[in-house]
């Protein structure tokens, strides 16, 4: 347990206050899917734009790609999606529950009995996990095609393209951030696990001789980036993956893990990917997908360092670090949210101390013009204690208060989240100011 916070207590902050609600409420809800509200769109572009930067910007040598979530079925056929890609299904005969039987106690396993109702399992098997539908008027089995499971082939299959048309040096990466789609036998935790994420890939191509080289460096940058993210280290933890737990592409895999408020699970994927993926769609398509290395004059099918997370997950793990609850005066609690500044979903609040004496109108012009640097939320109602409360809640890192001493010298109270430190600051240098404090942010 994550900091004794519980899901129950995240899925109610997040209904409460506008991060994440259920899909399709209204009508009882969609297992399995969900809906982000005003704060959580705001919260999961900002990590998205974040890792983006991080790839494309900071990165050397590695371009991006949105590739289109339906392609041509041999696509998955060269994967091995549609020969590998299963679970191992059971179903009770008594109450019905469906079940991965890769997931149940042994016990469950051994005597085949359903671990909800005791009744009798059936025997298993495969189940693809990949969602089926119809290009065209007929469904009919020409017409056949996949929701992708996973962005990664998109970026495959464009190979030759980026190379010929980016004039990208070798070694050299694609990143690409999109929607992927898994039947789950199985969906639960929130948004953990679900049939519809988004994932952050990046695939990263490489010499066969320096794969060892280019693996350790990328693990060491995966977790350098959550560190940026202000994902606190103690809760992160490598896990490497032994022979039966290794996909069929994989030589070597890593996953990072958190520790979520159910324990620790996989946040991202680290893998040699070795040739597998180049050789395949090369042996399905026909087409020539080997590299010509100018310096050395070898031909040959690269490798493939792989990092791959998912986005929707990455939001889970940042608002699972991020809650905390406080003791503050006359035994009150204050939930804070500790987003790093740069995800935040509100960067600032706007207040006037009170709404007359002209304080509302001055408040509300520093607000409109401080849109254009920063997401703002402007607040009028309420005590100026509950405002920094329900702020706190939302995880804006500074807010501002506009009062009388505004009027005479054109400073406002500038509050730190974290700390709840005020201090003056001119109108003018409100920019500015935020700005460095964002640089210099250190998680209390």
Same mark, same amino acid.
């Given at each position: 347990?994550?900091?004794?916070?519980?899901?129950?207590?995240?899925?109610?902050?997040?209904?409460?206050?506008?991060?994440?609600?259920?899909?399709?409420?209204?009508?009882?809800?969609?297992?399995?899917?969900?809906?982000?509200?005003?704060?959580?769109?705001?919260?999961?572009?900002?990590?998205?734009?974040?890792?983006?930067?991080?790839?494309?910007?900071?990165?050397?040598?590695?371009?991006?790609?949105?590739?289109?979530?339906?392609?041509?079925?041999?696509?998955?056929?060269?994967?091995?999606?549609?020969?590998?890609?299963?679970?191992?299904?059971?179903?009770?005969?008594?109450?019905?529950?469906?079940?991965?039987?890769?997931?149940?106690?042994?016990?469950?396993?051994?005597?085949?009995?359903?671990?909800?109702?005791?009744?009798?399992?059936?025997?298993?098997?495969?189940?693809?996990?990949?969602?089926?539908?119809?290009?065209?008027?007929?469904?009919?089995?020409?017409?056949?095609?996949?929701?992708?499971?996973?962005?990664?082939?998109?970026?495959?299959?464009?190979?030759?393209?980026?190379?010929?048309?980016?004039?990208?040096?070798?070694?050299?990466?694609?990143?690409?951030?999109?929607?992927?789609?898994?039947?789950?036998?199985?969906?639960?935790?929130?948004?953990?696990?679900?049939?519809?994420?988004?994932?952050?890939?990046?695939?990263?191509?490489?010499?066969?001789?320096?794969?060892?080289?280019?693996?350790?460096?990328?693990?060491?940058?995966?977790?350098?980036?959550?560190?940026?993210?202000?994902? +606190?280290? @103690?809760?992160?933890? #490598?896990?490497? =993956? $032994?022979?039966?737990?290794?996909?069929? *592409?994989?030589?070597?895999?890593?996953?990072?893990?958190?520790?979520?408020?159910?324990?620790?699970?996989?946040?991202?994927?680290?893998?040699?990917?070795?040739?597998?993926?180049?050789?395949?769609?090369?042996?399905?398509?026909?087409?020539?997908?080997?590299?010509?290395?100018?310096?050395?004059?070898?031909?040959?099918?690269?490798?493939?360092?792989?990092?791959?997370?998912?986005?929707?997950?990455?939001?889970?793990?940042?608002?699972?670090?991020?809650?905390?609850?406080?003791?503050?005066?006359?035994?009150?609690?204050?939930?804070?949210?500790?987003?790093?500044?740069?995800?935040?979903?509100?960067?600032?609040?706007?207040?006037?101390?009170?709404?007359?004496?002209?304080?509302?109108?001055?408040?509300?012009?520093?607000?409109?013009?401080? +849109?254009? @640097?920063?997401?703002? #939320?402007?607040? =009028? $109602?309420?005590?100026?204690?509950?405002? *920094?409360?329900?702020?706190?809640?939302?995880?804006?890192?500074?807010?501002?208060?506009?009062?009388?001493?505004?009027?005479?010298?054109n400073t406002v109270t500038l509050r730190y989240r974290d700390s709840m430190e005020q201090v003056r600051v001119k109108i003018a240098e409100i920019p500015d100011f935020i700005k460095k404090a964002d640089k210099e942010y250190r998680r209390e």
């Open positions: 347990m994550s900091n004794g916070l519980t899901m129950d207590t995240l899925v109610s902050l997040c209904k409460r206050r506008g991060f994440v609600f259920q899909s399709s409420e209204i009508y009882g809800g969609l297992s399995s899917a969900w809906d982000y509200g005003p704060l959580g769109v705001e919260l999961k572009k900002n990590i998205q734009e974040f890792w983006w930067k991080e790839m494309t910007r900071v990165q050397e040598n590695i371009v991006g790609l949105d590739a289109a979530i339906m392609m041509h079925p041999r696509v998955w056929e060269a994967s091995g999606h549609v020969e590998n890609f299963t679970d191992p299904l059971v179903d009770c005969k008594g109450c019905k529950q469906r079940f991965r039987e890769d997931k149940l106690p042994a016990e469950n396993v051994a005597s085949k009995k359903c671990p909800e109702c005791g009744g009798e399992l059936t025997e298993s098997r495969k189940f693809n996990l990949m969602f089926k539908t119809f290009m065209g008027p007929v469904e009919e089995g020409g017409n056949l095609v996949y929701l992708r499971p996973e962005t990664a082939q998109g970026i495959y299959v464009n190979f030759k393209n980026v190379t010929q048309t980016s004039r990208v040096k070798f070694p050299f990466g694609i990143a690409q951030v999109g929607k992927a789609f898994r039947n789950e036998i199985t969906t639960k935790n929130f948004i953990f696990r679900t049939c519809e994420f988004e994932q952050l890939e990046m695939q990263y191509f490489i010499s066969p001789d320096e794969d060892d080289k280019w693996f350790e460096y990328w693990k060491k940058e995966r977790w350098d980036y959550y560190k940026k993210l202000g994902i +606190r280290q @103690d809760k992160l933890r #490598f896990h490497q =993956h $032994g022979p039966g737990e290794l996909a069929h *592409y994989a030589k070597v895999a890593y996953d990072i893990e958190y520790e979520f408020p159910m324990g620790w699970q996989e946040l991202e994927g680290i893998h040699n990917r070795t040739d597998y993926d180049l050789s395949r769609h090369t042996e399905f398509s026909g087409k020539d997908l080997s590299y010509l290395d100018e310096t050395t004059n070898k031909r040959f099918i690269p490798y493939i360092i792989e990092t791959s997370a998912g986005l929707t997950r990455t939001v889970l793990a940042v608002l699972s670090d991020a809650y905390e609850e406080q003791k503050v005066e006359e035994g009150d609690t204050r939930v804070v949210m500790h987003f790093h500044p740069a995800i935040a979903p509100v960067k600032l609040g706007v207040f006037p101390l009170v709404k007359k004496d002209g304080l509302a109108e001055i408040a509300q012009n520093i607000e409109k013009d401080l +849109r254009e @640097d920063f997401t703002t #939320f402007y607040d =009028h $109602g309420g005590a100026i204690g509950r405002r *920094y409360r329900r702020q706190d809640e939302a995880g804006t890192p500074y807010c501002i208060t506009i009062d009388f001493q505004t009027k005479e010298d």
